[in-house]
Each structure stands twice: as structure tokens, then as C-alpha cells.
């Protein structure tokens, strides 16, 4: 059965890949116009993975190394752990601080100041933005960059969620909210 779909899939790639050459052969492109076509492609494959992964059965619920496919941009979890490394300062002094390190795709345009698309919640509550070297990476159109954003809170908890925004400001776009389980926190200390 997986064997059935992994060739249906990839006779679905071929044929709709042979299908496009042959329409636009004859068709003259610029530079930006094929940019925008390999992006609009990359972004079409990594739906066709999404759907494939979940044909052949791999946990939609896990969120480390599932890439989450965004309008403008795609996240990749790649791990989530507690650290006991602390910021000099009273201010900073919190029980607990979770980071996360991620990658990102910019499928935007232009580009994309990446480091603060998520936001934590433990027992929804907001967690603090802890403060990392160089929290924000400038990630130029079409490409990805490799993140690490740390969170800060107090006392023990029960539930971690996060949700990633497009921006910095009042009023961006959220996504869905995806809780963290104990099986996807890695212990490093």
C-alpha cells in the first residue's frame, strides 16, 4: 500500500513537472518571474510532503521536524529544551527557560526580519521573550535561515503551547496555537 501511493506521488511530480516544461517552453521569463514560479513550486512540494507524510502515517501531532507551511514563510521545530544558562540581571532570574531552535523559509519578496514568530504559552499564560545573542537574522527571499528564541517563566506548569505570528506588531497574523509535549522537550543542561 505505502509503495502504492510513494509511485503515485511521484508519478503525480513527473507528470505535472514534464506537463509545465512543455506549456512554457516557448515561453520567455526574467529573472523575478522565475523566482517567483520555483518559489510557488517549492512551496506546492512541501504541501505534497505534508500530505504524504500523513499518508504513510507519520504522527501529525509531533511538531519537532515537522515543517510548518506558513503564507509567507515555513517553520521548522527542531528542538525544544530547558537550559540553566541564565542572563546576568535580577530581571532575568526565572525558574524556568525553554528554548526553541527552528529554521526558517522566507517565501516572501523581500526580505524577512526572522526571531520573533513565536509566542509561548504556559497554562495560557504569556511566557517572557528571554534574551539570546542576536535574536533577529535578516533572511533574504527564498532562502532559510537557523534560529534560537529562549522564553522565561516562573514555577511548575502543566500545559506549553506555542503559536507563530508574521511580525512584530499589534495586529499580525496568528496561527494555530500546537502544544508542546514531554516527549518533544529534549533535558540539556
Not at 501531532?61 to 540581571?89: A, C, H, M, Q, W
Request: proline share 2%; hydrophobic share 35%.
Amino acid at each position: 500500500m505505502k509503495m502504492k501511493v510513494k509511485y503515485l506521488i511521484l508519478a503525480m511530480i513527473i507528470i505535472t513537472s514534464y506537463t509545465t516544461i512543455t506549456v512554457n517552453a516557448n515561453k520567455e521569463y526574467d529573472v523575478n518571474e522565475l523566482e517567483s514560479l520555483i518559489m510557488e513550486k517549492e512551496r506546492e512540494l512541501s504541501l505534497l510532503k505534508e500530505e504524504y507524510q500523513l499518508v504513510i502515517g507519520i504522527d501529525k501531532n509531533t511538531i519537532i521536524g515537522k515543517e510548518l507551511v506558513l503564507e509567507d514563510f515555513n517553520v521548522t521545530i527542531s528542538k525544544i529544551y530547558f537550559t540553566d544558562e541564565r542572563y546576568p540581571g535580577k530581571e532575568w532570574d526565572h525558574d524556568n527557560v525553554l528554548v526553541f531552535e527552528y529554521q526558517i523559509q522566507n517565501n516572501k519578496d523581500s526580505v524577512f526580519p526572522a526571531g520573533h514568530e513565536l509566542d509561548i504559552y504556559v497554562d495560557d499564560v504569556a511566557a517572557d521573550l528571554y534574551p539570546r545573542p542576536r535574536e533577529v537574522e535578516n533572511i533574504a527571499s527564498g532562502k532559510k535561515g537557523n534560529l534560537v528564541s529562549a522564553y522565561a517563566f516562573n514555577g511548575d506548569y502543566s500545559k506549553i503551547e506555542f503559536t507563530i505570528k508574521e511580525g512584530f506588531h499589534i495586529g499580525d497574523k496568528y496561527y494555530d496555537f500546537y502544544e508542546i509535549t514531554d516527549e518533544e522537550l529534549v533535558n540539556i543542561n
